[in-house]
C-alpha cells in the first residue's frame, strides 16, 4: 500500500476531502520525524512505538584492501510493534 491509497481508504472510511485527508497523513508523517530525529518517542497505542536507536562506533575493514577502518556511531529510526498489532499479523 502507498501513501496514495493510505489516503485513499481513510477518506473513503471516514467520509472526508482526499486533501484534507492528505494534510492529516503529512502532518502526522511531519511530527513524528520531527519528534523522532530530536531524540522523542512517538507511541501509538496498539500500533507501535517510533524511536530514535544509536549505533555505537565500531571498527571493520576495508572489503578492497583489507585496511581497518573505524565506522562512526550513528541515530537510527526504529520503530517497535505493538501487541495488538503483533497479535493481528500472526493470526
Do not use: C
Not at 493510505?6 to 471516514?14: D, F, M, N, P, Q
Not at 571498527?59 to 503483533?86: D, Q
Amino acid at each position: 500500500m502507498t501513501k496514495a491509497d493510505l489516503i485513499e481508504k481513510v477518506a473513503s472510511a471516514t467520509q472526508m476531502k482526499k486533501t484534507d485527508v492528505k494534510k492529516v497523513v503529512d502532518a502526522i508523517i511531519d511530527e513524528t520525524m520531527s519528534a523522532v530525529s530530536k531524540g522523542g518517542k512517538v507511541s501509538l497505542t496498539g500500533f507501535g512505538t517510533f524511536y530514535l536507536s544509536q549505533r555505537k562506533e565500531r571498527s571493520g575493514r576495508n572489503p578492497r584492501t583489507g585496511e581497518k577502518i573505524t565506522i562512526k556511531g550513528f541515530n537510527l529510526p526504529a520503530f517497535k510493534v505493538g501487541k495488538v498489532f503483533k497479535e493481528l499479523a500472526n493470526k
